[in-house]
């Protein structure tokens, strides 16, 4: 044997490694106990393949060097039920025999060692192995804790992302509700602002026509009672004739207000494509407006060609419009002056520009990359919902294939620029 000095005992992280060592030669079985137990390993004795099995099943070792030749059952026997055993299979065993011939070492692999020493052996081949194997075994162990810690973290993202995924679906949904209420909250606004002008000429229109059913009531009275002159014949003439004529105005007009909504109303809500004139569009767009600007002192202009007709969705047209100059009336003129709001239309290589302005206090270039966000206003306290030229850029972009951009600086206006093609793909 060669000294055991000078041999550095094996590093551990936590206790000293526990070593099961089994062989059936008592002298042999000391002695390896001796040296193992003076490099600081916790060594456990077994003299048979039976003890071996018994005391890695009830406490497996960190690793075990094993005899081959001994009693029933042998060396290869034990290792292979200990491979077999899922609680030690990951046990690394060496083997520890005077036979030295390959189908000898070629078995002790085959059934599961993981080295072979041939006796008799050298303390520091010994040590050396063991600390090896020691060693390799606990890099295992941490990468076998690092794969499980993984596995774990990878399940626990997983599902981090499964309910983010869920999350944002629903805030998907949701935000989708509101762009809807938003719209649906618009055109209601538009149906409130004509149902209020329509009242004007309908109830001119009802005092006339009870101005009228008086008048004939009476001149019937004086006919039935024979007594009807020329000069009440004449009378009621005049009043029937300026009657009928503003039943007729008025009538006229309700219709004309009723006719412009309802295209309008119909595109919006039902968002089909046709083939419309684009200003006389935008001009039915702010006529329907005229209720909600009559409440202030702007001024609404459509101008531009008149000669570009789109084939296009028209209703998207309309709350593109109607959304920019209820963006103005918001935000554009808080302290109530006198705006000017107007639309300009052109074309060019089949594409068709709406510039669309206004000259109030502007928008601060701080705001300027947000104001398309869904949910940003500066105008909160006073109901803005933030979603209003959300919509917008969403119509622009999505529904009507083109681009939208916006320039402004602070107390000089606000100038929305909007590129559209006349012909919309064949996809849509």
Do not use: W
Not at 182 to 206: D, Q, R, T, Y
Not at 254 to 282: C, G, H, M, P, W
């Amino acid at each position: 044997m060669m000294s055991q000095e000078n041999i550095a005992t094996p590093t551990q992280d936590d206790s000293p490694a526990t070593i099961l060592v089994v062989d059936d030669t008592r002298a042999n079985l000391r002695l390896l106990v001796e040296i193992l137990s003076k490099q600081g390993y916790h060594v456990r004795p077994a003299m048979n393949g039976d003890r071996a099995l018994a005391a890695a099943q009830a406490d497996p070792p960190d690793l075990i060097l094993l005899d081959i030749m001994m009693p029933d059952p042998d060396g290869y026997e034990v290792c292979a039920r200990l491979k077999a055993d899922e609680q030690t299979r990951q046990i690394p065993i060496i083997f520890l025999s005077a036979l030295n011939e390959v189908f000898d070492k070629v078995k002790a692999f085959s059934v599961g060692g993981v080295d072979y020493i041939t006796k008799p052996f050298q303390v520091e081949e010994i040590l050396a192995r063991v600390e090896t194997h020691l060693a390799l075994r606990q890099l295992q162990k941490r990468l076998e804790a690092k794969n499980q810690q993984l596995e774990q973290e990878i399940s626990e993202r997983r599902r981090a992302n499964e309910a983010l995924q869920q999350t944002l679906q629903e805030l998907k949904a949701t935000q989708t509700q509101l762009i809807e209420s938003e719209k649906m909250a618009a055109l209601g606004g538009l149906v409130a602002g004509v149902a209020h002008e329509i009242n004007n000429p309908v109830g001119f229109s009802i005092t006339a026509a009870s101005v009228l059913e008086g008048e004939t009531k009476t001149l019937l009275k004086i006919y039935e009672a024979d007594n009807l002159t020329r000069s009440d014949l004449a009378d009621y003439l005049d009043t029937a004739q300026e009657s009928s004529q503003l039943i007729l105005r008025n009538l006229q007009q309700a219709a004309e207000l009723i006719k412009n909504f309802k295209q309008v109303a119909v595109d919006q809500t039902s968002l089909d494509k046709r083939t419309f004139n684009l200003k006389s569009y935008l001009e039915d767009t702010v006529y329907n407006l005229k209720p909600k600007l009559k409440k202030t002192t702007h001024t609404l202009s459509v101008n531009g060609d008149e000669t570009i007709t789109m084939t296009s969705y028209p209703g998207a047209i309309a709350q593109i419009a109607t959304n920019l100059v209820m963006n103005s009336i918001t935000h554009a003129y808080p302290n109530e002056e006198a705006g000017n709001l107007r639309f300009d239309v052109s074309q060019n290589q089949g594409k068709v520009t709406i510039h669309y302005s206004d000259n109030g206090i502007g928008i601060h270039a701080k705001h300027l990359a947000q104001i398309f966000d869904p949910f940003f206003t500066t105008a909160r306290h006073r109901g803005g919902s933030g979603l209003g030229l959300h919509i917008v850029y969403n119509l622009v972009t999505q529904k009507l294939q083109g681009h939208i951009r916006c320039e402004s600086t602070p107390s000089e206006g606000t100038h929305f620029i909007l590129d559209l093609p006349i012909q919309l793909n064949a996809k849509e």
